[in-house]
């Protein structure tokens, strides 16, 4: 059974840094390209991130460049988004997910930055 | 970061034909396939239609996707009460390097 299962999330004051982890099994998870995707609440999706297989190319949204960083190890089935001077704008919860066409997606973890 | 704008709703009865629309640009849609989502509220977004109109297993035949120029429709054959959900229309943008989703439409079943 494929699994992603994030996470890391949490109520984090502005400014305030965060990493998520998301956890992979039950497919080949070096041979997939992994994204996270957020969602704030009430509102539609937004792509934050994206990693190849191999670790290179990273493509940002421009909303999280320079703020942002993903990063993965094969060896640990394991994907991680580290969040910095988090914004209360980044509230969210956050999906780590293949996308189309293996479309796998985890259960998502609740990043909340509030004072 | 742009996003593609879809319709904020729609909605028919059961049985009726819903179409949602997604518009985009030379550098995603009119380059590149367009993917569909289908969301539940409280859950992940499930894949329902890829490349030339694809859907994943298990996703039944009223879901079709098209595509023309720069802009891309999903169609609902026989609405049925479990299609009420939230769809999202998605596409790499090839000018951004960037994964660009729709604004989303709200689909109710009368």
């Known amino acids: 059974e494929v699994r992603l299962v994030e996470s890391g999330g949490g109520l984090v004051q502005p400014g305030g840094s965060l990493r998520l982890s998301c956890a992979a099994s039950?497919?080949?998870?070096?041979?997939?390209?992994m994204n996270w995707v957020r969602q704030a609440p009430g509102k539609g999706l937004e792509w934050v991130s994206y990693i190849s297989n191999s670790g290179s190319p990273i493509y940002y949204a421009d909303s999280v460049r320079g703020r942002f960083t993903i990063s993965r190890d094969n060896a640990k089935n394991s994907l991680y988004l580290q969040m910095n001077s988090l914004r209360e704008e980044d509230t969210a919860v956050y999906y780590c997910?293949?996308?189309?066409?293996?479309?796998?997606w985890g259960q998502g973890t609740l990043v909340t930055v509030s004072s | 970061q742009s996003v593609l704008p879809q319709p904020p709703s729609a909605s028919g009865t059961p049985g009726q034909r819903v179409t949602i629309s997604c518009s985009g640009s030379?550098?995603?849609?009119?380059?590149?396939?367009v993917y569909w989502y289908q969301q539940f509220p409280g859950t992940a977004p499930k894949l329902l239609i890829y490349g030339n109109n694809q859907r994943p297993s298990g996703v039944p035949d009223r879901f079709s996707g098209s595509e023309s120029g720069t802009s891309a429709s999903l169609v609902i054959s026989g609405l049925r009460s479990e299609d009420e959900a939230d769809y999202y229309c998605a596409a790499w943008d090839e000018s951004l390097s960037a994964y660009v989703f729709g604004t989303g439409t709200k689909v109710t079943v009368l």
């Open positions: 997910a293949t996308m189309a066409p293996s479309d796998y």
């Open positions: 039950g497919f080949t998870f070096s041979s997939y390209n």
């Open positions: 030379s550098s995603n849609i009119g380059s590149i396939y």
